[in-house]
């Protein structure tokens, strides 16, 4: 009979530095013949071996948008894991490892964790989809926090030793080790998790005759998330972990793994790439940590992004950077961007020399694998077929949860659309806006005393705004408001930001999101298009009685706001506001004023648009126009034109206009020609 000790020195070597406090889950173990000593090594053996990487699931087990209740076969685990299987067929030797950010994300996730809690005795969804396919080791992410240390005890399968939590308690959780260096227990000292493990494999190597030998390996697996969990669950975290940096972390740990045995060294980093100064709590610190002596291969993630990326304008060009390489700072590293949309593969190449294993760095290949194929004839995106065997694993729960989705969270008393968000009507933009704003407010009251004496306000644009054809469009009916229509409220899985500006920069801000906008001459006699190239997303505006201003749309960009004011009174453009936005905007809005480049950032959330949507409906309850759709901050300057000012919106939509309370839109060609289901409306710009 064997016993647990002698299972676990089988299996792996895990360590905590000299402490406890580390979780390590030990995979079912199965009757195997009794091991017997391993010959030697021959100098000069070689063996390839392929590290297959996961990142940022966010709980995406299935190619399935809850949201908008249909499939979307443009992500999912189960495309994931056809990439997975096919590299298993194709490398003798394979390592499968997860860089975290997996338990939450999707309405399943919300379901298994706050709706209906999965037992104990079951693992998560997420969870039982990998242990199927079979992970070597993961780590944890920033939103593995979001639902609080007690379910995340319960969903890793027990163990940890902080305050609030029963320590002592097992469930079933991964089959698989998860390592985390970087965080420790407030109440222990010691490390939230094992800081690393030592996996004891068994590979098929060349032998120097040329011989198929195996050969045993020992690889270590050390753990990193990023210190921003501190802030975004600080209501869970504080005073019962805290962080250190990746660096920090790194150089103690990973001497001890080097010192055990390690052969070679796999760093799984819920981080990613930032040039900017290293800091102990450094959100992408993957530069830094790559400098670390003593790591072989580095899996990172939290970015939602590729690396390496060999488009043409590749994403990260930081220096110490190669992206034909696929290495940061000479390491070799890879990024499978979210969701499951891509695999990340590290092939090493490594040679015995009678004494260690080396790696022979001219012959290893990085790479990030789509699940997207190509395009078909009508240029759509082809992608590979699911794994078959993913989704019976969860059909139970996911059918739940698609009713759980459908399930009524509040009623709105008028019909919320983006028709015609482009010339006035608030109604889809409103709710987003006071949502954000709500949420912003009370966390800085909470959190954030230095900032409690500016005002909040929010921003928000027309998601879906004609872009593909006539349906192209936000449109959520009278009635009960499901959580699926927050998805047509807000499109985009983008996450709340605030940031910090001047009045003279929420100026500069709307005169560039009224790029929307051609210029109109006052004397052409033919049609004038209304709308430019610019894109409907990016049409920021304000929807209060706070703000007001007007957009000139005869004069040149740059300058069209006239007459903003804020509470009645000219903005003074030096006084500092808060705004609510996304973190695509705050971080990535520079050509809309210079400080949106994540400098103005005084809160990064890790609650998604979305959700803080879904729950203000809920605490609302009850949506009406006069209270969440009829604030209008903006209006077009009044002039008289000679000719038409005309755009296009869908067919048959003109009362969605006269719903709004817009008395100066006219329908001008009930079919634009373009066969995409497009009306010609005409715009009076002298009402």
Known sequence: MTTCAA???????????GSGGGNVVIPPVTSEPTPTTPAPVAKGTRTTVALLETTDLHFNVLSFDYFK??????????????????????????????????????????YEALINRIPCTQPLSMYKAMNATGFDAGTLGNHEFNYGLEFLNQAIGGGLDVDGVDATKKCVGPSFPLVLANVQ?????KPLLAPYVILNKQFTATGPDGKSVTVPLKVGVIGFTTPGIMNWDKRYLEGKLRTEGTVEAATRYIPELRAKGADIVVALQHGGIDGSAYSPTMENSALYLAKVPGIDALMMGHQHAVFPDRSAKPGFTQAGVDNTAGTVNGV?????????????????????????????????????????????SANKAVYVDADPAIAPLVD?????AITYVKTPIGSTDFRMNTFFADVGDPGAIQIVNQAQADYVKAYIQANLSQYASLPVLSVSAPFKSGYEGGRDYTDVAVGNLAIFNAADLYLYPNTVYAVKVTGAEIKSWLEAAAKRFNKISLTA???????STFPGYNFDMFTTPDVQYEIDVTQDVGSRIKNLTYLGAAIDPAKEFVIATNNYRATSGASFIPALDGRATI???PDAN????????????????????????????????????????????????????????????????SGKGRSVYKLDLSQ
Request: hydrophobic share 40%; proline share 1%; aromatic share 6%.
């Open 7 to 17: 299972v676990l020195a089988a299996a792996l070597t895990a360590c905590g530095g």
């Open 525 to 531: 006699t033919a049609d004038q298009q209304l709308i």
């Open 185 to 189: 227990s407030v109440k222990t000292g």
């Open 69 to 110: 209740v249909a499939e979307d076969k443009s992500y999912g685990y189960e495309r994931a894991s056809t990439l997975i299987n096919a590299a298993r067929k194709e490398f003798a030797n394979t390592m499968l490892f997860d860089s975290g950010d997996t338990i939450q994300g999707t309405a399943l996730a919300d």
């Open 610 to 673: 979305r959700d803080v949507l879904i729950d203000y409906i809920k605490a609302k309850k009850t949506i009406t126009r006069a209270t969440n759709g009829a604030a209008r901050s903006w209006r077009f300057t009044q002039v008289t034109t000679a000719g038409n000012v005309v755009f296009t919106s869908g067919q048959g939509q003109l009362s969605a206009a006269t719903d709004a309370g817009l008395t100066n839109i006219s329908l001008l060609t009930a079919d634009d020609g």
């Open 603 to 605: 809160y990064a959330s």
């Open 332 to 376: 070799p590293a890879v990024m499978a961007s979210s969701w499951g949309k891509s695999l990340g593969l590290i092939k090493l190449e490594l040679e015995y020399d009678g004494k260690a294993w080396s790696v022979d760095k001219s012959k290893t290949v990085v790479d990030a694998r789509s699940t997207q194929t190509g395009k078909d």
């Open 396 to 400: 139970t729960q996911h059918k739940a």
